[in-house]
């Protein structure tokens, strides 16, 4: 079982401001971040609450 990745208060913060402030799909904000959509995805999502 592999070990859960965690990311940087910095990181999660570039990942919300592509998608949100730089008009990123959320496909393209994840190839850029080297990540998942669904990582891109969980993050935008955590933020909004």
């Known amino acids: 079982m592999k070990a859960r990745k965690s990311y940087s208060k910095e ?9 949100r402030e730089q008009n990123y799909s959320i496909a393209e904000a994840a190839r850029n971040l080297e ?6 995805r969980s993050l935008d999502k955590r933020s909004r609450k």
């Open 35 to 40: 990540v998942t959509p669904q990582t891109t």
């Open 11 to 19: 990181f999660k913060l570039d990942a919300i401001a592509l998608v």
